[in-house]
């Protein structure tokens, strides 16, 4: 089967699946297969397919130009200098300014240069549990942290593997440690999450769920302290701005300090004996750290919730029988002047846009134009990562972003799944 350039945008949901590796073997390999796909039959609702071979023609139309990019891709890549050039959806694009890895690199990439942090080891790799054993969901924190429940509603009984990193998450799904990674994208009162963001372009995971989790937060401190006795707050930074208001009405003379999550700052006082400080987390930090409750419920909106992301090493078959969602990213070689034609794509087929986030381009973050006054200009260059309400096994989602590839010059699927769709109530019910 021939390999695909990794710097070519994936046409199709269906050029992400990878054939699943052996445990003990590297995650990785020096070329990438287009599909992996038993012949193993499979049904979807409206008849877009009744077997795996149906699903990947269906995409078809996303992955036309595949051949013609992958020859030319070569071509350049032969020519040496300058950086492997590509073709991406037709244009020749330096791949090294994608900030993507290279395929014939990822071994060095994804080595580990630093002995990992408690509690994942070298000891701890060991192949994917067998069908009926406990899932294994990494996530960034301590145990007590929001997002080791968020792990626990995604996936119940599961075996949460707490992450001192998101990037140690992401790679502990990437090295076979953990089967998912669940982490947090955004916020309804703090905002996204930028720094997952920029790591779901760097790694090759794929988006497989969404939950939606309401935080409750609640001041903790040592048995016997006193809110008066107080001389600092420790928390997460957008767990002290949401409870800002709060802390204020409770008449506390404190100094706010950032940690690097609720949960460790819980563990922070617990382990130092800190008298004269207190920690906003959750009340199951409490219980597991020895601390006491001081106020219940202190965030400044009891509609805060935080939404998650359920990551896999490959993705799931999209369906039509339930409410789907789908995220891309994209970029254009000539800055933002394709953004109304991109979003035109959806709204001509009435596809409504659930979120929309620009990013600087991290390897080119300013691109010069030329301007008639003073010779040139400077524009910043961004990437684009879009959340719409459609499945890819609709045909209105592929005929949407194969007219998306005509205005961009990168464009990546990362995940088109099930949305959440449990019913919402206020934190402060929890």
Known sequence: MKALSPYSPAPSFST????PFFPRLLPFHSVAVQCAYGPETFSVQNGVGLSRADWQSSCAILASNVVSQQQS????????????????????????????????????????????PKPLTITDFSPAPMHGEKL???YQGVPGAYSEAAAGKAYPNCEAIPCDQFEVAFQAVELWIADRAV?????????????????????????????QFPVHHCLLALPGVRKEYLSRVISHPQALAQCELTLTKLGLNVTREAVDDTAGAAEYIAANNLLNTAAIASARAAELYGLQVIA??????????????????????????????????????????????????FAFRNISLTKIESRPHRNCPIRLV???????????????????????????????????????????????????????????GH
């Open 183 to 211: 982490l947090p994208v955004e916020n309804s009162l703090g905002g996204s999450i930028h720094r997952n963001y920029d790591l779901l372009l760097r790694h090759r995971l794929h988006i497989v769920g969404e939950v």
């Open 73 to 116: 891709a070569d071509k350049s890549a032969g020519g040496g200098g300058g950086g492997v050039v590509a073709s991406v959806n037709g244009h020749k694009t330096n791949v090294e300014n994608l900030n993507l890895v290279p395929i014939g690199k990822i071994s060095d990439t994804y080595q580990i240069t630093k002995p990992q």
């Open 136 to 138: 294994r969901v990494a």
């Open 296 to 345: 219940d419920g202190i965030q400044d909106d009891s509609s805060n919730v935080t939404r998650f992301v359920m990551l896999a090493r490959d993705p799931i078959i999209p369906r039509t029988d339930r409410p789907f969602k789908t995220s891309i990213v994209f970029a254009h070689d000539k800055g933002t002047s394709a953004l109304f034609k991109v979003l035109s794509a």
């Open 16 to 19: 992400f699946v990878r054939r």
């Open 370 to 428: 030329d301007d008639a006054n003073v010779g040139t200009a400077k524009h910043f260059e961004y990437m684009f990562y879009v959340d719409f309400e459609a499945s890819m096994a609709e045909t209105r989602a592929q005929n949407a972003l194969a007219e998306v590839q005509e205005f961009t010059s990168f464009l990546r699927v990362l995940g088109s799944y099930p949305m959440d769709m449990t019913p919402w109530s206020p934190s402060g």
